[in-house]
């Protein structure tokens, strides 16, 4: 009797793969994204269209002493054009600082059709040779039309030079207005050689080398006594090491024994 043989050991059953449902949430959070996405592109490219919302109206405020309003409003024009949304404020911007008594203008748009332009005017701190004004900051600008304002400071130097003078100015009329002094003209020629009038009528020479030092000699010179015949002086030459030379009006040189 022949005994069959039993075939041991685990028999693998073939498994199925269960189907994944498809993911219809996650499609349609896809789809919706897509469409707001086309959405917004369409409603920008709507809005850059000239004939939308355009630009009806533009209205300026500032306090204005030397800005010829009309003017401004005539070089800003060309950039107020177009949409709400499309409208050049670099422009704008750009075309009104141009103008030699605005020194910023800035851009708010108001919905849905408006602009507000907000304009600062430059404030003339002295006079930059004949034609020309400094800012406080030491920027140049000409107007076209002569203006007098011939109490302010007369300041020249070479070209691009009016920064380094208008911030030497600046210093000096801090530390001569607590002597009760003013100046009246401030110069720098080719050489960088400096030379000062003050509003009494007096000249101080200061020279090219260690002005600093000399203008400060000067000042404590001044109040050491010096102060009290600046009546009588025409000039003061701050060039020596350690001393100064002073030029006398006329007739008018006291008798004192140098020493000040």
Do not use: C
């Not at 030491?138 to 300041?155: I, K, N, S, W, Y």
């Amino acid at each position: 009797m022949i005994a069959s043989r039993t075939k041991r050991g685990a028999t693998r059953k073939p498994v199925r793969k269960q189907q994944q449902p498809l993911a219809w949430q996650q499609l349609l959070r896809h789809g919706f994204v897509s469409l707001v996405f086309l959405a917004l592109i369409a409603t920008g490219v709507f809005l850059q269209q000239d004939d939308t919302l355009p630009i009806l109206h533009v209205s300026v405020e500032g306090d204005f002493d030397y800005v010829d309003k009309t003017l401004l409003m005539n070089a800003v024009r060309p950039f107020t054009r177009g949409s709400f949304m499309a409208v050049d404020v670099a422009g704008i911007q750009t075309a009104g600082e141009a103008l030699p008594w605005v020194k910023e203008v800035q851009v708010r748009r108001i919905w849905p059709d408006s602009l507000h332009l907000i304009v600062v005017e430059q404030v003339a701190i002295a006079r930059w040779g004949h034609k020309s004004f400094v800012n406080a900051q030491g920027e140049l600008f000409t107007p076209f039309d002569r203006v007098q304002l011939d109490h302010l400071a007369l300041l020249e130097g070479p070209d691009k030079s009016f920064k380094m003078v208008t911030q030497r100015y600046l210093q000096m009329t801090k530390i001569l207005q607590d002597e009760g002094l003013e100046i009246k003209s401030l110069m720098m020629n080719k050489r960088r050689a400096w030379n000062m009038t003050l509003k009494n009528g007096m000249k101080v020479v200061f020279g090219r080398a260690n002005n600093e030092q000399r203008f400060k000699r000067f000042v404590r010179i001044y109040k050491r006594g010096l102060s009290q015949y600046q009546s009588q002086i025409v000039a003061m030459d701050m060039r020596y090491p350690n001393g100064l030379s002073v030029v006398w009006k006329q007739g008018q040189k006291p008798d004192f024994n140098g020493t000040v």
